[in-house]
Structure formats: structure tokens, C-alpha cells
């Protein structure tokens, strides 16, 4: 419990910060996270993080996640969705060359990695650059859905959710999470309006409920591909919490469904 506490104290002092700041500074985190993200996946697949397939897929995440004006030295003709996949047709000539030790399902794995995190983490920054209370309605609907769900879950939780992949969670968690959110948002979204884009306050609160059921959704991929590959947590780089797709695999799927109902 201790280390869980230092590691939640010393991630906040790095992320709320450059949260705060924003700009080219949460950028930067965000891309790392990427990064440290996609190569958990390599490990999780047993592939080293210095191989073809590692490199390859590492610059594709960062094609997905750079400012597209990071490829104008190149010709008109390659985009940043021709760049992404130039180098996906690389990972499957690779799959020629490896000696049957890189084969195409290992491909195909590793391009839908780079899509999800890619895109996931990049609706990040777009979150950001749209607000800071934008980017914290996302952060808060993940939160209190999670803490909602694990202490009604504690408290209640008789019926399991998803017992073949995650088997501590509980339908009265899950639903307990989500009136949790969408009631703490409602008072936020009271004091910040500006995040309705648009929408009444009433749809606001219905998209409050689509998000946090996604976001249990993309917690319980997560755990579906963890269990698949026989581990534990996806990485060690947060001591006590697990890897940065631990924490962030609620939030692949909030910030894409936000982006998708238009609010940045």
C-alpha cells in the first residue's frame, strides 16, 4: 500500500503540472506515454524492444502522435496516413525476411497496438488543446468511475461482470461506477458549461453515462489481452499500479467516444 501511495504522489507531481501547462509540455508526456505504452505491448508479445518490428512500430506511434507538420520535409504525395502505412507495409515485409520468427498475426497485432494507443493518446492532446477542463471531464469520468466501481464493487458486488477476464468485478460495481460519475459530473459540468459544446445539459449527462460504460469497456480489453498473454499488469514503469496501459486503457476508449459526440 505504501508504494502505491508513493507512486500516486510522485505521478502527480509530474502529470498535474504539465497537465496544467499544457502546449508543447503535456504533448511531450503524452507522446512518451505512447511510446512507453506501445512497448509495453512488445513485451507482453516476448518481442525485444530493440528489433525491427519494435523500431517500426515505435515510429509509427510517433507518426500518429507528432504534429503532421513534422513531415513536411517529406513529398506532398505522403501524408501522415501514408507515412503510417508505408510503415505498416514495412512490418509485413519484414514478416519475409525474419525466418518464420516474425509472422503476419504478430503484424497484425502490432498494427492494431499502434492504432489504438496512437489514436487514443492523440485524442489526449486534442482534449488538452480544446481545454483544460475539457481534457479533466475525460480524466474524472475514468477516475470516478474506477473508485466508484471498486468501493460499491467491495461493498455490494455479488454478480461478476466479466468473470473470464476479469474476475473481481461485479455488475453492482460497474453500475455503481457509473451513477457515481454521472452524478460527481453533473456538479462539474454545473460549474464548467463550456464543455457541453452545444449539448443540454441533459444529453450531458447521457453521454456521461455512454463514457464511463466505455471506459469499463477499455478496461476490461485491457484485461482481456492481459490475460490472453499470461500477465499480470502490461509494465512495471509505475510501481504498484502496473504500466501506463494500466492506467490509461479506461481513457482509450472516453477521449475517442468524446471526439466521435463532437465535444473537441
Known amino acids: 500500500m505504501k508504494q502505491r501511495v508513493i507512486t500516486i504522489i510522485i505521478a502527480a507531481l509530474i502529470f498535474i503540472p504539465l497537465l496544467l501547462l499544457g502546449g508543447a509540455w503535456f504533448n511531450a508526456l503524452v507522446i512518451l506515454m505512447g511510446l512507453v505504452a506501445m512497448s509495453e505491448v ?15 512500430s515505435f515510429l ?31 512490418l509485413l515485409v519484414y514478416t519475409v525476411f525474419s525466418k518464420n520468427r516474425f509472422s503476419f498475426d504478430d503484424a497484425g497485432a502490432l498494427t492494431l497496438g499502434v492504432l489504438y494507443l496512437g489514436k487514443g493518446f492523440s485524442y489526449m492532446m486534442d482534449a488538452r488543446s480544446e481545454s483544460l477542463a475539457m481534457v479533466l471531464y475525460a480524466l474524472f469520468i475514468v477516475w470516478i468511475t474506477d473508485s466508484g466501481a471498486y468501493l460499491i464493487g467491495r461493498q455490494i458486488g455479488k454478480n461478476k461482470l466479466a468473470p473470464n477476464v476479469s474476475p473481481n468485478k461485479t455488475w453492482e460495481g460497474s453500475i455503481g461506477g457509473t451513477v457515481s460519475a454521472v452524478v460527481l459530473l453533473a456538479i462539474y459540468l454545473h460549474l464548467f458549461p463550456a464543455v457541453q459544446q452545444g449539448y443540454s445539459f441533459v444529453s450531458m449527462l447521457g453521454l456521461t453515462l455512454i463514457f464511463s460504460i466505455g471506459g469499463q469497456l477499455g478496461d476490461l480489453v485491457e484485461s482481456a489481452l492481459k490475460r490472453y498473454y499470461g500477465v499480470k499488469d502490461s509494465g512495471n514503469i509505475l510501481p504498484g499500479h502496473g504500466g501506463i496501459f494500466d492506467r490509461f486503457d479506461s481513457s482509450l476508449i472516453v477521449l475517442p467516444l468524446m471526439h466521435f459526440a463532437g465535444l473537441f
Open 42 to 56: 512488445l513485451r507482453m508479445k516476448k518481442r525485444l524492444l530493440i528489433s525491427p518490428e519494435a523500431i517500426i
Open 60 to 90: 509509427a506511434v510517433l507518426v500518429m502522435l507528432l504534429p503532421s507538420s513534422v513531415l513536411d520535409f517529406l513529398p506532398d504525395t505522403f501524408s501522415t496516413s501514408g507515412v503510417f502505412y508505408f510503415l505498416i507495409l514495412c
